[in-house]
């Protein structure tokens, strides 16, 4: 009921961002809440349920951009309606991110499925794109005042980010298995996510998930 749950509040959400016609970066980061409540869930409840279900929605996700991309009628004006709407600026004539948001979450149970209970590593996807990037890019867009030299991200946003993934990762630490790792090392690997998400402009649903996984 969960997942059925999140999946309408989804398609609801959807419907409501094309009646009106454009989304903002807030409107975008609310997918990043809802799969990452997905998979949480998901991951203490059945994991090798979640497991396929992750690798089936990424198929289900390719399919759905591929009879977008080649106007596969009668699905090319349906889809194009829906999608285009939620497009960013790292997307090009294919439509990726969404694509890259299901495969960053869930990669670290990708790359380690065999794992009898989850451990913090497994969380890394929600801490990084789940928790953080949408935070960076939420304060960024709203509060953040002092760019990175050349970039477009804020320093507002880099450090909410950190003080976010930060927090996130203390708490979830004592519901994951051992061994677990340090404070301190959790501290430094927020700070070092935030530090590449200011440097990254492509790709950092999958780029900061991976770091974050192996630092963990």
């Not at 590593?121 to 929600?126: E, K, T």
């Not at 959790?186 to 649903?205: G, R, Y």
Request: net charge positive; hydrophobic share 50%.
């Amino acid at each position: 009921m969960f997942w059925l749950f999140n999946v309408f509040a989804s398609v609801g959400f959807v419907v409501f961002v094309n009646v009106r016609g454009r989304s903002s970066t807030i409107h975008r980061k609310f997918f990043h809440l809802t799969v990452s409540l997905i998979y949480l869930s998901g991951l203490y409840c059945d994991k090798d349920f979640v497991w396929l279900s992750g690798w089936l929605m990424i198929c289900l996700f390719v399919i759905v951009e591929v009879l977008r991309f080649f106007k596969v009628p009668p699905w090319e004006k349906t889809l194009n309606r829906s999608l285009l709407a939620f497009k960013d600026e790292q997307d090009s004539a294919v439509l990726l991110t969404p694509i890259f948001l299901l495969l960053g979450v869930f990669l670290p149970l990708f790359l380690s499925p065999s794992d009898t209970s989850p451990h913090l590593y497994h969380l890394a996807g929600v801490a990084a794109v789940g928790v953080g990037d949408s935070v960076a890019a939420i304060v960024g867009s709203k509060w953040g005042r002092t760019r990175w030299p050349g970039k477009k991200k804020t320093v507002e946003g880099s450090t909410a980010m950190a003080l976010a993934v930060l927090m996130f990762l203390l708490l979830a630490r004592p519901f994951c298995s051992s061994p677990r790792p340090s404070c301190t090392r959790i501290a430094v690997v927020s700070f070092v996510l935030s530090a590449v998400e200011a440097l990254t402009t492509n790709i950092d649903n999958i780029i900061l998930p991976t770091i974050g996984y192996l630092l963990l």
